[in-house]
């Protein structure tokens, strides 16, 4: 596309293109410097220029390819291609411009010229053997124009690199020498002609060159030295979370919620997030709810690992116990609700379809579809319910009263109507509901006094790991939670929220809740709302075709980690996401080349199946003692904590200092 003048010449607090060259700077408040022109080197304020260039054919590769495989991030089952020229490109760590020109000047009149050099080579050839070879060359290239129809041009690269500083200075140069090395160039060091191809390389001075630099050539072939990619760049969107490069470790800012809704490539923001155990998926999530936290999101996770508790007793800290809300099941004290009880008394559709869903939950098994009747007896049942309460003050609204008045009133009406027992069995519904109703095995969990207040907490946790293998108390919790949710969905307009479930999913993935899952999906993505759902079982969503429907297609957002323990299974997850073969390439590719001096791990997105990369999530070490999962590393921080009063944060602050600086800490 053609840059726009103010692109070329920028504007009020927007350095141009033409700016930021002569400032060889990135960002946009630039300030000319200085420019150097001396005898032995060229500078730019500071900067000492150090330029290599392509500009004779003698110095190219026999071969040149649109793209080549890029080892260190393919495997034997995936390819990384990257464009010819990547290792003077993004491949190139230094900062650097890579200037590359073509010039397609009169083509006919080019090869007119050719010949007529040809002919004189001819002549000449008698005197020196060079003059023969010559003009077999031009020979050759004007068959290869004449035969193929192809264009010829001129051509000519370079690579300017700079510091400040004459050791890195001398570093980059070999940098630079050996990336041109890989492509099979000749390096060649050019100090004589730095200024002059620093002038032409001013955008838009192309007519400056001076032509005895360049070489002939084919379009095609120039085409190949140009690079394709760019460096990743920081969305302009003011909501997102912060990644780092792979490549160069810079931070980043990406929106994988807002802009891509905005501009279409998504149509939700929930996400679906895939990797083995120990991949990093917790990590991430730590660091990615954290920043959503920041900037004013609501923020309730379900977990089975207490994955969340570091960051969850920080914000408890911070907001001295006002936020940051952990609840965990025991025995002693169970987590309760009360599904009927709403803050404004008001039941809308959604509500009264919840607290059905539930209530279908604990009556019906899995493999047991309900009937139609019983689904329209059960819903009169609710609506019928609703009335009483909103007329009858005297009955709280809970469970209990929820029984008898379906045990009393409502057989009385079914009586009245004459409904039939195959149509709705009462007493079969009473019985299998009994252990809910007062004096019951679990008569606490649906009839709780206590109004739990999630509307105004915006970091909840409800740690699930005792309950997970239990048959009733995991899949009931989970509903309930989730109902929760949507109640804060519809209450807080214009809040974003997210709810997350690590493997907690697996409970409510039953037929019965398919719809329910799917309403939800569908729910939250008009509420400002995402839902996340993280799992490290493919088996589990390879069988599962509710948790593909409604999960996986609802999810616009996939995010992937190492993959590489699954190596065997990956054509199946390539085919249940759908994948595309460079999505699976850069799967394949995550943590295959990792900077041995730097700890991170790195993450895939894919954006709505058309927009994926791969970002690394790097941290802190506050950061790191955070969300750590390793119980040994836990430990530590918690011994710590409780010996500073339970001050989480000053304990992070102290044993990450005390990694930073083994010697220096006491402790
Ligand atoms: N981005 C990261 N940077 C540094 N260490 C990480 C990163 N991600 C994960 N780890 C390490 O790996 C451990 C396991 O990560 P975790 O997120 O708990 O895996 P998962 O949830 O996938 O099982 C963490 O406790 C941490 O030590
Ligand atoms: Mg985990």
Same mark, same amino acid.
């Given at each position: 596309?053609?840059?726009?003048?103010?692109?070329?010449?920028?504007?009020?607090?927007?350095?141009?293109?033409?700016?930021?060259?002569?400032?060889?700077?990135?960002?946009?408040?630039?300030?000319?410097?200085?420019?150097? *022109?001396?005898?032995?080197?060229?500078?730019?304020?500071?900067?000492?220029?150090?330029?290599?260039?392509?500009?004779?054919?003698?110095? *190219?590769?026999?071969?040149?390819?649109?793209?080549?495989?890029?080892?260190?991030?393919?495997?034997?089952?995936?390819?990384?291609?990257?464009?010819?020229?990547?290792?003077?490109?993004?491949?190139?760590?230094?900062?650097?411009?890579?200037?590359?020109? =073509?010039?397609?000047?009169?083509?006919?009149?080019? *090869?007119?010229?050719?010949?007529?050099?040809?002919?004189?080579?001819?002549?000449? #050839?008698?005197?020196?053997?060079?003059?023969?070879?010559?003009?077999?060359? =031009?020979?050759?290239?004007?068959?290869?124009?004449?035969?193929?129809?192809?264009?010829?041009?001129?051509?000519?690269?370079?690579?300017?690199?700079?510091?400040?500083?004459? /050791?890195?200075?001398?570093?980059?140069?070999?940098?630079?020498?050996?990336?041109?090395?890989?492509?099979?160039?000749?390096?060649?060091?050019?100090?004589?002609?730095?200024?002059?191809?620093?002038?032409?390389? =001013?955008?838009?001075?192309?007519?400056?060159?001076?032509?005895?630099? #360049?070489?002939?050539?084919?379009?095609?072939?120039?085409?190949?030295?140009?690079?394709?990619?760019?460096?990743?760049?920081?969305?302009? $969107?003011?909501?997102?979370?912060?990644?780092?490069?792979?490549?160069?470790?810079?931070?980043?800012? @990406?929106?994988?919620?807002?802009?891509?809704?905005?501009?279409?490539?998504?149509?939700?923001?929930?996400?679906?997030?895939?990797?083995?155990?120990? $991949?990093?998926?917790?990590?991430?999530? %730590?660091?990615?709810?954290?920043?959503?936290?920041?900037?004013?999101?609501?923020?309730?996770?379900?977990?089975?690992?207490?994955?969340?508790?570091?960051?969850?007793?920080?914000?408890?800290?911070?907001?001295?116990?006002?936020?940051?809300?952990?609840?965990?099941?025991?025995?002693?004290?169970?987590? !309760?609700?009360?599904?009927?009880?709403?803050?404004?008394?008001?039941? /809308?559709?959604?509500?009264?379809?919840?607290?059905?869903?539930?209530? *279908?939950?604990?009556?019906?098994?899995?493999?047991?579809?309900?009937?139609?009747?019983?689904?329209?007896?059960?819903? %009169? !049942?609710?609506?019928?319910? @609703?009335?009483?309460?909103?007329?009858?003050?005297?009955?709280?609204?809970?469970?209990?009263?929820?029984?008898?008045?379906?045990?009393?009133?409502?057989?009385?009406? +079914?009586?009245?109507?004459?409904?039939?027992?195959?149509?709705?069995?009462?007493?079969?519904?009473?019985?299998?509901?009994?252990?809910?109703?007062?004096?019951?095995?679990?008569?606490?969990?649906?009839?709780?006094?206590?109004? +739990?207040?999630?509307?105004?907490?915006?970091?909840?946790?409800?740690? +699930?790991?005792?309950?997970?293998?239990?048959?009733?108390?995991?899949?009931?919790?989970?509903?309930?939670?989730?109902?929760?949710?949507?109640?804060?969905?519809?209450?807080?307009?214009?809040?974003?929220?997210?709810?997350?479930?690590?493997?907690?999913?697996?409970? @409510? !993935? #039953?037929?019965?809740?398919?719809?329910?899952?799917?309403?939800?999906?569908?729910?939250?993505?008009?509420?400002?709302?995402?839902?996340?759902?993280?799992?490290?079982?493919?088996? /589990?969503?390879?069988?599962?075709?509710?948790?593909?429907?409604?999960? @996986?297609?609802?999810? /616009?957002?996939?995010?992937?980690?190492?993959?590489?323990?699954?190596?065997?299974?990956?054509?199946? =997850?390539?085919?249940?996401?759908?994948?595309?073969?460079?999505?699976?390439?850069?799967?394949? $590719?995550?943590?295959?080349?990792?900077?041995?001096?730097?700890?991170?791990?790195?993450?895939?997105?894919?954006?709505?199946?058309?927009?994926? !990369?791969?970002?690394?999530?790097?941290?802190?070490?506050?950061?790191?003692?955070?969300?750590?999962?390793?119980?040994?590393?836990?430990?530590?921080?918690?011994?710590?904590?409780?010996?500073?009063?339970?001050?989480?944060?000053?304990?992070?602050?102290?044993?990450?200092?005390?990694?930073?600086?083994?010697? $220096?800490?006491?402790?």
């Amino acid at each position: 596309t053609r840059l726009a003048a103010s692109e070329i010449t920028g504007q009020d607090g927007k350095a141009g293109i033409i700016e930021k060259y002569f400032s060889l700077s990135q960002t946009d408040t630039t300030c000319l410097k200085d420019i150097g *022109l001396y005898p032995e080197e060229m500078r730019v304020g500071d900067d000492i220029l150090c330029l290599h260039t392509l500009s004779d054919v003698e110095d *190219l590769p026999g071969k040149v390819g649109t793209d080549c495989r890029f080892e260190k991030l393919s495997t034997d089952r995936s390819d990384c291609r990257l464009s010819f020229a990547a290792p003077v490109g993004v491949l190139l760590s230094c900062n650097h411009v890579y200037n590359q020109f =073509i010039f397609i000047d009169d083509h006919a009149e080019n *090869l007119k010229n050719f010949e007529q050099t040809a002919r004189n080579m001819q002549s000449l #050839s008698r005197y020196s053997r060079a003059n023969q070879v010559n003009k077999e060359w =031009i020979d050759e290239y004007l068959n290869e124009a004449h035969s193929k129809g192809l264009i010829s041009v001129r051509c000519h690269c370079n690579v300017m690199a700079w510091s400040d500083d004459r /050791d890195e200075l001398k570093r980059i140069r070999n940098d630079v020498g050996s990336q041109l090395a890989l492509m099979e160039c000749k390096p060649r060091h050019n100090t004589v002609d730095t200024p002059t191809l620093f002038w032409a390389g =001013i955008p838009g001075n192309e007519a400056d060159f001076p032509a005895e630099e #360049s070489f002939y050539t084919f379009l095609g072939q120039a085409l190949c030295l140009f690079v394709e990619e760019t460096n990743y760049k920081s969305s302009l $969107s003011p909501f997102g979370i912060k990644m780092v490069d792979r490549v160069s470790g810079r931070p980043l800012h @990406i929106d994988i919620s807002d802009l891509p809704m905005k501009k279409g490539i998504t149509t939700n923001r929930n996400k679906f997030i895939l990797g083995p155990s120990g $991949s990093g998926k917790s990590f991430f999530t %730590n660091h990615m709810v954290r920043q959503y936290y920041e900037q004013g999101a609501h923020v309730l996770l379900v977990d089975t690992g207490n994955s969340y508790l570091g960051l969850s007793q920080l914000i408890h800290n911070r907001t001295h116990g006002e936020d940051g809300i952990y609840f965990t099941y025991t025995n002693e004290n169970p987590i !309760a609700f009360n599904p009927f009880y709403v803050e404004d008394g008001v039941f /809308d559709i959604e509500k009264k379809e919840s607290i059905k869903t539930l209530i *279908l939950t604990l009556w019906k098994r899995d493999d047991e579809a309900p009937k139609r009747s019983e689904e329209v007896a059960l819903s %009169n !049942a609710v609506s019928a319910y @609703i009335d009483l309460i909103g007329k009858d003050s005297s009955v709280t609204p809970c469970f209990n009263t929820f029984y008898e008045f379906v045990r009393d009133d409502y057989r009385r009406q +079914l009586e009245q109507k004459n409904v039939r027992e195959k149509d709705f069995d009462i007493d079969n519904f009473l019985n299998v509901l009994e252990p809910y109703y007062r004096g019951g095995e679990y008569d606490y969990l649906l009839n709780s006094d206590k109004e +739990l207040d999630l509307l105004h907490k915006r970091f909840i946790v409800f740690e +699930l790991d005792n309950i997970k293998d239990h048959k009733i108390l995991f899949p009931v919790t989970t509903i309930i939670i989730m109902e929760a949710f949507i109640n804060k969905m519809r209450k807080l307009k214009g809040i974003r929220k997210l709810i997350l479930i690590e493997e907690a999913w697996k409970a @409510i !993935a #039953s037929a019965n809740m398919a719809d329910y899952i799917k309403y939800l999906y569908k729910t939250v993505r008009k509420y400002f709302g995402e839902a996340i759902v993280v799992t490290q079982e493919v088996e /589990d969503i390879i069988s599962s075709p509710i948790v593909k429907e409604s999960i @996986i297609n609802n999810s /616009d957002c996939k995010i992937l980690l190492d993959q590489r323990k699954y190596l065997n299974k990956f054509d199946s =997850i390539h085919n249940l996401l759908g994948l595309t073969d460079k999505e699976r390439s850069q799967i394949l $590719s995550i943590n295959m080349a990792n900077h041995p001096g730097r700890k991170y791990k790195e993450v895939f997105f894919s954006l709505g199946g058309t927009q994926s !990369a791969v970002y690394a999530t790097e941290v802190s070490l506050e950061e790191y003692y955070t969300y750590t999962t390793e119980e040994s590393e836990k430990m530590e921080l918690f011994a710590l904590a409780e010996k500073l009063d339970g001050n989480l944060e000053l304990a992070i602050k102290r044993l990450a200092e005390s990694k930073r600086n083994p010697q $220096s800490s006491t402790t």
